[in-house]
């Protein structure tokens, strides 16, 4: 199927449709072909999209029928070492961010590319059963685009993201660990109950944050302060919420669209499916990412989110965040799968395993999900593999259940030193700037402890406001007797 159909994206190289594996042909009223080979950039007049697809597409029957909006063939060459080569123009390009390739071949497109192109290679259009299986499952291995000693991989899957992306993740990654190390030492101090750390994290909760686009909802776990953080919220608002105890939500979930953060495992898998679900009814473009743990996939919340995210096909991204355990139990002993990420295929849901401590993955993975998503071809499931370097939380001793040398190993694939090392050799950091990020991420911590020590100040009769639009008569009459003896 589309053998020997060549893109030639401006002398870089060519996104070999014949060679691109099996799994990243995804969708089931188009053909998504989805050229992330590294190497290849865009620029005005690059490939984007073959068939432009607008959000939340009909499904095939109706688009035969009513012919898509089709992007021109703008000129056919020939290439002697490939064959025929064909190289697209675009007209109406999706915004997508430059240096993504995306082919939609749908099916008429196909007709009009083989009248322009005359390749005469693609023997048959049907999908294969084959190819619907394969397109679900991650590979093997987790993907990786930058290595643990911050070397880029060699043939990688995906492209690189840009240079301004892979700053901007430097810097948030930054201010999360500092962020993170603060909120530790409040709990120390007595003003925070609780708090769960994510340092080591740090590629997976701001890789997925930032890819996020600002119509769409964020739905984090209590690990997940570091993403809600990078995504706009205020940290002494995020700290306010579970972690202080003061007030039901510390922040207004609607400003930025980050739901509350969740502490009964799994259950905001489902809130996320609904809001990807409803925006999809509204016929509004709002993608739902949901974070979750290796742990809360054993959930049955997690299975029924994912059952009908599949169903509904719903725009929702499913991302696990595999730390290796959940409290103390390691993952050998949470499930039997060969990964978390190889569930997808048992809900038709197409899947990818990344390397969580690899900022460029996890921003790459996401944006292609999110991208995904917002095309109508439905959910993803993503596992990301990283490793919680301090506790579970404060309250718990992790010496007791795992060895300081499998720390040790995590400790020498840290997320920051390897994109530090990788920007450093490209001359997109240095000395100078490392360290006014220090002091800049100093600064908000000096800044977050001062905020955190005033005492709030809190009114009980909250505790009556805002649980029905009408008082019951019984509150009512609670919140009389309360302020009475409070006088
Ligand atoms: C429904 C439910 N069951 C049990 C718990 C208790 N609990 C809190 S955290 C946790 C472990 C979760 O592990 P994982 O999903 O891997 O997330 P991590 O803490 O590693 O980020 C458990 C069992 C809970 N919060 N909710
Ligand atoms: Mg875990």
């Known amino acids: 199927m589309l053998a020997n159909l060549h893109v030639d994206v401006r002398g870089h190289r060519p996104a070999e449709l014949a060679g691109i594996d099996d799994r990243r042909i995804a969708g089931d009223h188009a053909l998504a072909l989805q050229a992330f080979h590294s190497g290849i950039t865009t620029g005005t007049g690059d490939v984007y999209a073959l068939g432009q697809r607008p959000h939340r597409q009909p499904p095939l029957d109706l688009q035969l029928r009513q012919q898509p909006q089709i992007n021109v063939v703008e000129s056919d060459r020939l290439s002697s070492r490939t064959g025929r080569r064909v190289s697209f123009g675009s007209h109406n390009s999706r915004a997508y961010e430059p240096q993504f390739v995306f ?7 196909l007709d009009v590319l083989r009248s322009h192109a005359q390749t005469g290679g693609y023997s048959s259009f049907r999908r294969s059963e084959r190819l619907v299986t394969t397109s679900l499952l991650p590979t093997e291995s987790p993907v990786a685009l930058i ?7 060699p043939d990688a899957l995906w492209s690189m993201p840009s240079d301004e ?14 962020f993170d190390a ?29 890819a996020l686009r600002p119509q769409d909802w964020l739905f984090p776990t209590y690990r997940d302060s570091m993403a809600v953080v990078a995504r706009g919220v205020d940290p002494v608002e995020v700290l306010t919420l579970l972690l202080r105890g003061d007030w039901h939500c510390g922040y207004d979930p609607y400003e930025h669209l980050v739901a509350p953060q969740c502490t009964p495992l799994a259950t905001n898998t489902l809130h996320a499916v609904g809001v990807g679900h409803a925006a999809t009814l509204k016929g509004e473009d709002t993608v739902a990412l949901v974070m979750l743990g290796d742990g809360a996939t054993s959930e049955g919340d997690t299975h029924e989110a994912l059952n009908f995210a599949g169903v509904w096909k719903a725009p929702v991204v499913f991302f696990v965040q595999n730390n290796g355990y959940a409290i103390s139990v390691p993952l050998a002993q949470q499930t039997a799968a060969p990964s978390l990420a190889a569930k997808g295929i048992g809900y038709g849901v197409p899947a990818m395993l990344i390397d969580g ?7 790459r993975a996401v944006s292609v999900a999110i991208a995904r998503a917002a095309a109508g071809d439905g959910p993803t499931l993503i596992e990301a593999v990283t490793y919680r370097i301090e506790a579970h939380t404060n309250a718990d001793d992790a010496t007791r259940y795992r060895p300081a040398e499998e720390v040790r190993q995590w400790l020498a694939r840290d997320p920051l030193t390897r994109l530090t090392r990788y920007l450093t050799d490209r001359g997109l950091l240095d000395a100078d700037r490392i360290a006014a990020l220090d002091a800049e991420a100093e600064a908000e911590a000096a800044a977050l402890r001062q905020r955190m020590n005033v005492d709030a100040v809190l009114d009980p009769a909250d505790l009556f406001r805002y649980v029905y639009a009408e008082q019951t008569p019984e509150l009512r009459a609670q919140q009389q007797e309360l302020a009475e003896e409070s006088r």
């Open 147 to 153: 290595d643990a000693d911050g070397q880029p991989v």
């Open 103 to 109: 082919v939609y071949a749908c099916l008429p497109t």
């Open 357 to 363: 401590n690899d900022p460029a993955a996890v921003y």
């Open 182 to 210: 603060q909120a530790t030492a409040l709990t120390k101090q007595g003003r925070l109950a609780v708090y769960p750390s994510a340092r080591g994290q740090e590629a997976s909760e701001i890789g997925a944050a930032l």
């Open 165 to 178: 992306v892979l700053v901007a993740l430097h810097r948030a990654i930054v201010l999360a660990r500092r």
